[in-house]
């Protein structure tokens, strides 16, 4: 739980944040990635955000934000959708 938001919540948030976004044009994944951490002795997600961009003619996704915390994820996306209204 994140302060009465659950994960699911959030992910359903970010990912409805993430189809917006597509309606302005902008293309934006977002990937995880799970790893050991031996400093937590646990699990980590790391979660990475990219933009699908156009150079020299050819299509690229370039890494615009990471965290390891899903609610910078939706805070992320939240404030690009709000910077292009």
């Known amino acids: 739980m994140h302060n ?3 994960v699911l919540s959030l992910k359903s ?6 189809k ?15 790893f050991y951490s031996e400093a937590f002795g646990k699990m980590s997600t790391k979660y990475i955000l990219k933009e699908k961009v ?3 003619g050819k299509t690229k ?4 934000f990471e965290t390891f915390r899903l609610i910078d ?13």
Do not use: M
């Not at 996704?61 to 615009?64: G, L």
């Not at 994820?73 to 209204?85: P, S």
């Open 4 to 6: 009465g938001v659950n």
């Open 13 to 18: 948030i970010a990912y409805k944040l993430q």
């Open 20 to 34: 917006a976004l597509t309606f302005k044009g902008r293309y934006i994944t977002i990937n995880q990635n799970q």
């Open 54 to 56: 156009y150079e020299n």
């Open 61 to 64: 996704y370039k890494t615009i």
């Open 73 to 85: 994820v939706v805070n992320y996306l939240a404030d690009t959708l709000k910077e292009g209204e």
